[in-house]
C-alpha cells in the first residue's frame, strides 16, 4: 500500500504568514493528490485535487503543487479561519491513503 | 444541492454488528463511486472503503476485510456499510463521500458516531 507522510505534525503561524505543508509519497503517485481541511467536529473539505486544482469555492490564497513524491500546500495570507487540520490523501490507487495530518494553530 | 447524510451509527458491544446508511441527494448517485471513511477519537482521517457505481467493484482497507461489507442501492440512492465483529478499534465517526475518481473526495455527508464498548 501506498504510505503518505506530513510534515510537520503542527505548525504554529500568525494571521498574514505564509505556511507551507509537505506531503510525501512512498511511491509514484504521479499528480493524484488531494489536500482537505478539516475543523473541529466538522467533515473534511476539499481544497485542493489533482495536486494543484483548486476546488471551486476555495480562496485562492490555498495552492499547491508537486508531482510523483513530493507535494506541498501553500497557503498565501493566513487568515483567521485558516486555522484547522490539513490532510493529504493519493487517489493513484484504490486503496485512497491519507497523511497523517497537520495541525495549523495560531502562534 | 448535493447532500450526504449518514445514520445508524451507535453504541454497540465488542463482537456486535451495525449497520451504516448514507443517503445522497442532488446529484445522479448512480453515476459515482462512494467511499467510506472514519476518524477515531482524536486521531487522522482512514480510508474504509469503496464501491464501484454498479456495485461490481469493492475495496476494502486492510483492517476491516472479511469484517466490513460495502454495498449500494441503486433504486434509493443510498449507501451502505454492514460491520461484523466490531472492536473497540472500531470506535469512530464514520462518514461517508462521494468519490470523484478525477478529484478525491468532493462531498462529505456529516458523520455518524459508532463506539464499540463493553
Known amino acids: 500500500d501506498i504510505q503518505m507522510t506530513q510534515s510537520p505534525s503542527t505548525l504554529s503561524a500568525s494571521v498574514g504568514d505564509r505556511v507551507t505543508i509537505t506531503c510525501r509519497a512512498s511511491?509514484?503517485?504521479?499528480?493524484?493528490l488531494a489536500w482537505y481541511q478539516q475543523k473541529p467536529g466538522k467533515a473534511p473539505k476539499l481544497l485542493i485535487y489533482k495536486a494543484s486544482s483548486l476546488e471551486s469555492g476555495v480562496p485562492s490564497r490555498f495552492s499547491g503543487s508537486g508531482s510523483g513524491t513530493e507535494f506541498t500546500l501553500t497557503i498565501s495570507g493566513l487568515q483567521p479561519d485558516d486555522f484547522a487540520t490539513y490532510y493529504c490523501q493519493q487517489y493513484n490507487s484504490y486503496s485512497r491513503t491519507f497523511g497523517q495530518g497537520t495541525k495549523v494553530e495560531i502562534k | 444541492e448535493v447532500q450526504l447524510a449518514e445514520s445508524g451509527g451507535g453504541l454497540v458491544q465488542p463482537g456486535g454488528s451495525l449497520r451504516l446508511s448514507c443517503a445522497g441527494s442532488?446529484?445522479?448517485?448512480?453515476?459515482?463511486?462512494m467511499t467510506w471513511v472514519r476518524q477515531a477519537p482524536g486521531k487522522g482521517l482512514e480510508w474504509v472503503a469503496t464501491?464501484?457505481?454498479?456495485?461490481?467493484?469493492?475495496y476494502y482497507v486492510d483492517s476491516v476485510k472479511g469484517r466490513f461489507t460495502i454495498s449500494r442501492d441503486t433504486a434509493k440512492t443510498s449507501l451502505h456499510l454492514q460491520m461484523n465483529n466490531l472492536g473497540a478499534e472500531d470506535t469512530a465517526v464514520y462518514y461517508c463521500?462521494?468519490?470523484?475518481?478525477?478529484?478525491?473526495?468532493?462531498?462529505w455527508g456529516q458523520g455518524t458516531q459508532v463506539t464499540v464498548s463493553s
Open positions: 511511491q509514484s503517485i504521479s499528480a493524484w
Open positions: 464501491i464501484r457505481q454498479d456495485g461490481s467493484e469493492k
Open positions: 463521500a462521494r468519490d470523484n475518481r478525477l478529484q478525491g473526495f468532493d462531498y
Open positions: 442532488g446529484f445522479n448517485f448512480n453515476g459515482y463511486w
